[in-house]
């Protein structure tokens, strides 16, 4: 790509959060965006040049938008795959390559995929329907994670005892044996068109357990440096892999041994990323353009300790959103708060997030308790 010719043009599969994110760091670089996505009030509908209305899971509307395009990224794993294959033949770059997003958002295909590279993951078996998962009690405890379609906890089940197969699910799915985790960590990797890699710090991320979100995030984790190193070989080991460029997030378990195994990988920019826009020389927003301009990669490495804590929508209200608090978050030193502008706020849904960065531990997890206490999306 001639970067001192007409602007490269990048298109976006999908309007939400990540990609109002990522074209907020477009900015910075001479490139004119695109984004397609079915409702034009989404998050990223105002900050790009050209907005598209269409289906990103739609043959045609996905070939339509990408045709014109010289590359093109994704916000969310679940777009047509087969539209993005045939726009690769015809030259439009892919970041990820289309056949990495088919293993991944298949999680049978995406275990197989660690197996056969001997990356190391819980132990796992297929079940192809509900009387599969019944002949497996001898497998328990464990979890049973639905093949396609599952997001933030839903198609996840646990499955302790033998009462509780039938809870399991009637499609092809992996039982996987259950980690007694002692840490869940998660990293970014970026990959360039040549291979080259860059590697975030991993950071600690603990979830809130009744909606099986990410409650808040410390980078950088607090691990030995063995451990440490051993998530970072897997995760480039993962990566590698694919074999495709693109920008992954790595999320794996420690545990109560010290064994780190990989829980699952997604090929784009992440929720476990966010809090790099503050606290890292190069964000994760910033490393993709770089990565799709053909840029040299970025600096991967944290300015400043930092805590990220989501803003979910309260339970029990649903309705145009306010944001109880704001005021006094916004006064906190070093906190930066990102609303990510969706009118409507349910339970569970992801509203914004707050960073606070600083050089004290101590002082992160007591302003991170201060936004949680306060701020507040509600109708
Ligand atoms: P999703 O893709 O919906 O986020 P995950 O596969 O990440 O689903 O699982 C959600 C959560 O369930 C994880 O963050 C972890 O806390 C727990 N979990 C998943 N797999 C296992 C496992 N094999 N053993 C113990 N806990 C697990």
Known sequence: MDKNSAPSKIGILGGGQLGRMLLQEAANYTVETWVMENDDQCPAAHLCHHFVKGDIKNFNDVYAFGKKLDALTIEIENVN????????????????HPSVLKTIRNKILQKEYYKKHEIPTPEFRVTANLDELKEAADFLPAVHKIGEGGYDGRGVQLLKEREDLA????????????VVIDKEIALMVGVNDKGETAVYPPVEMSFDKDLNLLDYQLCPALLDEKILWKIEAIALAVVRNFKSPGIFAVELFVDRKGDVLVNETAPRVHNSGHHTIEAHFSSQFDMLWRIMLGYPLGNTAAILSSIMINIIGAEGSSGDVIYEGLDEILKIENAFVHLYGKKQTKPGRKMGHVTIVSREKQDLTHKANIVKRKLKAKA
């Open 81 to 96: 795959t087969e539209a993005l294959e045939k726009l690769e033949s015809e030259g439009v770059k892919i970041y990820p």
């Open 167 to 178: 809870k399991g699910f009637d499609v092809p799915s992996v039982l996987e044996k259950m």
